[in-house]
């Protein structure tokens, strides 16, 4: 399988105060690099404020980066005019988190779904065939054209994100917690469509999701991402090397309540992106710290093939069993 987006030491600082207050810099993505195989599924994990969808715009390219690059089926995305990159935007698409949001309010659904093709200047050959086809993908009755988006359910509305999407035909989708919004018996729905489409259309996802027990279950690669950085990158079958990414599952995995090991029963506040530690930013939650890590920055190292952990002491791989993907 060939590489169809490579991104290399990106990093996104944002700015604070100005004229009369001292200028603060915000870290919100930090020298992050990554590959993202044809026809694979990469899951971005990670809590709240780590920098998830900051990641998504810049790969995308919505926002600019601070410093690196992103290069999309080989091509440097900062090299290209506004008129190459508005035509390679039609080839990488977003689906948004919340389905609500994503579509406006006075526009029928045929009219949402058009919006793609009127933005980009194509003309589709039917737009009555089009729509009726785009709703068909997604398991949505042709009927729901003449609708408004408050007339659907939340898992519809989702569905009708996912066509607007396709309807230019990407070959690399960037899902922003598609599910986060929705029932669980709804996400299953959602998480079996988008499997059916990646095989059908040989679709690449960037899956970015806070829930680890769904990005193993769905991606084949993962991510995790803590304030900004990447701690760990492993197979989703691998056990985690890094204790951030063993405490987000076991925080995932226990199906009782009250003895869940909630994330922030670590103890420590979070650090700020204004004022990240010069050693390792998980180091005040952490069981296994030492001073080493408090004086120094881990860097990624190999804990297996396609494994990297950024950790000073890294757990012992304990295989587990993950259950397998598959399409309902
Ligand atoms: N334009 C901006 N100006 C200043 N800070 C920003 C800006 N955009 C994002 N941030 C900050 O960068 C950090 C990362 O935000 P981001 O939205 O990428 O996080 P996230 O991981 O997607 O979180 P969530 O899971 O809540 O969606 C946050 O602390 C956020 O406040
Ligand atoms: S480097 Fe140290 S503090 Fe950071 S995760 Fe590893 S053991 Fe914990
Ligand atoms: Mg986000």
Not at 48 to 66: E, M, Y
Not at 238 to 245: D, E, K
Not at 301 to 308: A, E, K, P, V, Y
Request: with cysteine; hydrophobic share 40%; aromatic share 6%.
């Amino acid at each position: 399988m060939s590489d169809l987006l490579t991104v290399n030491g990106l990093s996104r600082r944002f700015s604070d105060g100005g004229l009369f207050r001292k200028r603060k810099v915000f870290h919100a993505v930090s020298d992050v690099s990554f590959t993202l195989k044809r026809g694979q599924i990469l899951g971005v994990v990670g809590e709240s404020g780590c920098g998830k969808s900051t990641l998504a715009r810049l790969v995308l390219r919505l926002i600019n980066p601070s410093a690196g690059q992103v290069q999309f089926d080989g091509v440097d995305m900062a090299s290209l005019s506004r008129t190459d990159m508005r035509r390679l935007r039609q080839r990488m698409q977003l689906v948004f988190q919340d389905p609500y949001s994503a579509i406006d309010p006075r526009y029928s659904i045929r009219d949402a779904l058009l919006e793609p093709y009127r933005v980009q200047g194509v003309k589709p050959k039917s737009t009555d065939d089009t729509v009726s086809s785009l709703l068909d993908m997604v398991g949505l009755n042709g009927s729901l054209a003449a609708s408004y988006p408050h007339q659907l359910s939340g898992g519809q509305k989702q569905r009708v994100g996912i066509a607007r999407a396709l309807a230019l035909n990407p070959s690399l989708v960037v899902l922003d917690e598609p599910t986060a919004s929705l029932d669980v018996s709804v996400q299953a729905q959602i998480v079996s469509l988008l499997e059916r489409l990646r095989q059908e259309l040989g679709l690449t996802y960037l899956f970015i999701s806070h829930d680890l027990g769904l990005v193993r279950y769905f991606c084949d690669q993962i991510l995790v991402m803590y304030l900004g950085r990447i701690v760990e990158v492993l197979p989703s079958d691998a056990a985690p090397a890094h204790p951030y990414t063993r405490a987000l599952l076991d925080s995932t995995f226990e199906p009782d309540p009250k003895r869940r090991r909630s994330i922030t029963r670590l103890g420590g506040e979070i650090p700020s992106g204004y004022d990240l530690p010069p050693g390792c930013a998980f180091a005040n939650r952490c069981p296994r710290v030492t001073d080493l890590c408090r004086r120094v920055l881990p860097t990624l190292t190999t804990q297996g093939s396609g494994h990297q952990a950024a950790c000073h002491h890294p757990l012992a791989a304990v295989p587990e069993v993950v259950e397998q993907r598959s399409v309902a």
